[in-house]
C-alpha cells in the first residue's frame, strides 16, 4: 500500500507540474501566430515586435515543458508497470503517434520559425508558426486520446489478459475525447491569453512600450472572453456526459450519497462525513443539478449509495467511490475560477471597447493574479478528472491496484519523488528567472531589413 501511495503521489505530482506549461504552450503559440499573421496582412513593424516579444515567453515555456514531459513516459514503466502490460497496446499507440509525428512536426517549423527571420520569405515564416500551433493541437489530441481510453474505454478486446486495440477510429471518435479535447483546448486558449493579459497589464501600468502591449492587451481580451465562455460551455456538455457514462464521478463531485429528487438541487458548501455517508451541512440551489445534467428542472440524478451496489453487483465486492472530499471541492474551486476569468474577461473587453483601458489601473493590477485563474481552473479540472475516476485505472478494466508496478519498493519510489520534486523545483526557479528577466527587458528594436520580402527565400 505504501508503494501505490507514493506511486499516485509522484503521478500526480509530476503530471499536475507538466500540466502548468502545456496549456501555455498551446494556447500562447495560437495568439503569437495571431499577432505575426496582422503583421504580414498590415505590414506593421509593431505585430512582428509583438509576435517577437511573446515567441520568447512561449519558447521558455515550450522548452521546459519538453523536459517535464519526459518523466511522464518513463513513469509508465517505473511505477506502473502491470499498468503498461495490460492496456500497452492501446494506450501506447496515440502516444507513439504524439511523439514521433506531431511533436516532430512541433520541433521541425519552430526551428524554421526561430531561425527563419528574415532569412525565409513571410508567407513562409508565417507559416512555420502556423504549423508549430498545428503541432502543438495534435500533441493534446493524441495525449487526450490516450487519456479519454483511461476515462470511457472503446475500441478493444480483452485477450490473454490484456487489452488489445481492435479499432483505432474508436479511439479517435471517443465520445469522451469529443468533449475533453475542446475543453482542453479553449483553456488552453484562456491561459495563453490571460498570460498576455497579465504581463501587458504589468507593462500599461509602468507605461512602457505601450504602442505593443495596448494592442497585445486587447487581442488577448477577446480571445479570453471567447475562449473562457467556450470553455464553460464545452464543460456543461461534458458535465451531462459523465452522468451517463461515469455516474459515479458526477455523484462524488455532488456529495450526493443517495438518489436526488425530481428536482435536483446543486450544492453550494457542504460538510462532508464519509464515514457515515452524509453531508452534516449542505446549501443547496434548487433545480441546478437537474438544469446541469439534463437542461431540465426535472430530472433525477443517482447517489453513491446506489451507484455502490449497482458496481458491487457488475464489477464485484470492493470500494468504488472515490475520494469526495477532493473531487467536490476541486470542481467548485474550478468552476468559481472559470466565472472569474469570464468576468475579468468582459471588464476587460467593456473598458477596451471605452477606450479607458490606460485609466483602469485598478482593473490592470487585478489582471496581474489572474494569470494565475486558468491555472487553477486547469489544475483542479484534471484533479476532479483523475480522483473521480478511482477506484480505477481505466474504468471498468483494470483498478489502480492492480496497475503499479509489483516489484518496486516503497523506498525505490520515494527516493525518485525527491529527486524530480528537486528537479522539478530547480526547473520552476530557472522557468521564472527567465519568464521575468524577458518581461523587466521589454520589446527589442526590430531590425529593419530592405531585402526582405515575400518572394526572396535565402538558405538557412
Known sequence: MANLLLARWQFGI????????????????IIVALMETLYVTRKDEKYKQMAKFWGKLFLINFAVGVVTGILQEFQFGMNWASYSRFVGDVFGAPLAVEALLAFFMESTFLGIWIFGWDRVSKGLHLAAIWLVALGTTLSALWILAA?????????????????EMTSFGALLTNPQLLFEFPHVWFGAVATGSFMVLGVSAYMLLRKRDVHIFKPSFQIAVTLALISSVLVAVVGHGQAQHLVKEQPMKMAASEALWTNSPDVAPWSLVAVIDRKDHKDT?????????????????????????ELQQQYVQKYGPGNYIPPVQPTYWSFRFMVLAGSLMILMAIWGQVMVARNKLEKSRKMLRLFLPAIALPYIANTLGWIMTEIGRQ????????????????????????????????????????????FVRTVRQGVQPVQLDASHSDTTITPL
Request: glycine share 10%.
Open 391 to 434: 477506484p480505477w485505472a481505466v474504468f471498468g478494466l483494470l483498478k489502480t491496484t492492480d496497475g503499479v508496478s509489483p516489484t518496486v519498493t516503497a523506498g525505490m519510489v520515494g527516493t525518485s519523488v525527491v529527486v524530480f520534486t528537486l528537479v522539478y523545483a530547480i526547473m520552476a526557479v530557472i522557468c521564472v528567472f527567465l
Open 147 to 163: 487519456n479519454s481510453f483511461m476515462q470511457e474505454p472503446v475500441g478493444y478486446a480483452v485477450r490473454n489478459g490484456h487489452a
Open 281 to 305: 451541512m449542505n446549501i443547496q440551489i434548487p433545480g441546478v443539478l437537474s438544469l446541469l445534467a439534463y437542461n431540465n428542472l426535472h430530472g433525477s440524478v443517482q447517489g453513491m449509495d
Open 14 to 29: 509530476t503530471t499536475v507540474y507538466h500540466f502548468l506549461f502545456v496549456p501555455l504552450t498551446i494556447g500562447l503559440v
